[in-house]
């Protein structure tokens, strides 16, 4: 059963309001937030009100009413049950103590703490902690709201304020006591906390990171897709530079990531396949009698040759042994493996009979008569007559 007056009766009654909030409460209270509280305590005693929109009936913000709830938690007349949904509780209004009552010259500062940490709200004890963040260790009040965000962010909104209290004692003996102190120095340690602080550390570069290092960690992360993880091994793998710097090591992960290896694990199988290739191009310089260890270039093709032209090893090598000890012996073996991929010889067995196979003897030229070398002179046709003999004609 549910016996109530309708909302249009409801409309003609009224809402008890205690003296005490008119007296205690109501004089230093913003007028926004005032209006609030009554309008919350209306639907307090008349459920046929309650589901007016607080927002709609008083042209606030959902903000603003938050703020409002926030401020009247601090003072002990309402209880914030849940931030969502907002869930608002009204307590008995009782006389503030002095003990309790909030200095004036805290009251903003207690707003702007209560806003932090809303929907939590400080007891009296921890906003004596408070009070001694500013006058015991010395900090200004914007420092200690600096103070209370970055815990905050450490530790999130249930932060104890023994926390905060050695905090605001560490911050006293660095002389960070200042707003404008405790920012820079939330900043730097914002900087600290950065990705790329890990890999200057990595390296063993006692420095922050600059601006631009930051950046380019944060294009790892966010554009090329890496994890931290990923960024800091492949750092740590950097042995052969001699002096590591980050725009070697943003070449380096943008060619792992054009070739697919974005994890420590294709990192390690990667590390394993070119230490292989270094191997088999070993192998084959000892074939051909080199001396010294195979260039990038060669170990490169070799691969090439292996993996996309799909000549076997032992191929290769075989073809390594022809040209033991030859002039030019590593060029006219990749001559040969050309050529090999162009006729699609890729198996020991083809190559071995390419390499028995007789060679054409080369054509010979043909000899020219010398008889058939003398000069030719032109002769006219009067020389040609005078050279006719009539055979009839007496000599």
Excluded at 38 to 65: K, T, V, W
Aim: net charge negative.
């Amino acid at each position: 059963m549910n016996i109530r007056f309708s909302p249009e009766a409801a409309r003609r009654e009224m809402t008890p309001v205690d003296n005490l909030f008119l007296l205690e409460y109501m004089p230093e209270a913003d007028g926004m937030f005032v209006k609030v509280y009554l309008f919350g305590l209306m639907q307090c005693y008349h459920a046929s009100l309650s589901d007016a929109d607080l927002c709609d009936a008083l042209g606030l913000s959902e903000a603003q009413i938050r703020c409002a709830f926030v401020y009247w938690q601090a003072k002990g007349l309402v209880r914030i049950r849940s931030d969502e949904p907002l869930t608002v509780e009204y307590l008995l209004t009782e006389q503030p103590a002095v003990t309790t009552a909030t200095p004036v010259k805290y009251r903003r500062f207690i707003d702007s703490l209560n806003a932090l940490l809303s929907p939590r709200s400080l007891d009296l004890r921890e906003m004596k902690a408070m009070y001694d963040c500013i006058e015991l260790y010395g900090l200004e009040e914007g420092a200690v709201l600096a103070l209370v965000a970055y815990c905050i962010e450490l530790k999130g909104k249930r932060v104890s304020t023994n926390y905060i209290l050695t905090a605001a004692q560490e911050w006293s003996e660095q002389d960070v006591k200042t707003q404008a102190a405790a920012e820079a120095y939330v900043a730097d340690k914002r900087v600290q906390k950065h990705g790329a602080a890990e890999v200057l550390r990595r390296w063993n570069k006692r420095r922050p990171p600059t601006v631009d290092e930051m950046a380019l960690y944060d294009r790892w992360t966010n554009v090329l897709g890496f994890d931290a993880e990923t960024i800091l091994a492949a750092a740590a793998r950097m042995t052969d530079v001699a002096s590591p710097t980050f725009s070697i090591l943003s070449d380096r992960l943008s060619e792992m990531k054009e070739n697919k290896v974005t994890s420590i694990e294709a990192m390690d199988a990667a590390e394993q396949r070119q230490s292989a290739d270094r191997e088999f191009a070993r192998q084959v310089y000892a074939r051909l009698g080199k001396i010294g260890a195979p260039d990038k270039t060669t170990i490169a093709q070799l691969r090439m040759f292996r993996e996309e032209k799909g000549i076997t090893r032992e191929a290769i090598l075989l073809a390594a042994d022809e040209y033991a000890g030859a002039e030019r012996a590593l060029g006219l073996l990749k001559k040969t493996l050309s050529d090999w991929a162009d006729a699609h010889i890729e198996t020991a067995e083809q190559a071995e009979a390419a390499l028995n196979k007789p060679k054409a003897a080369p054509a010979k030229k043909k000899k020219k008569n010398a008889a058939l070398l003398y000069q030719q002179t032109p002769i006219s046709e009067d020389d040609f007559n005078q050279l006719v003999v009539d055979l009839n004609e007496d000599v």
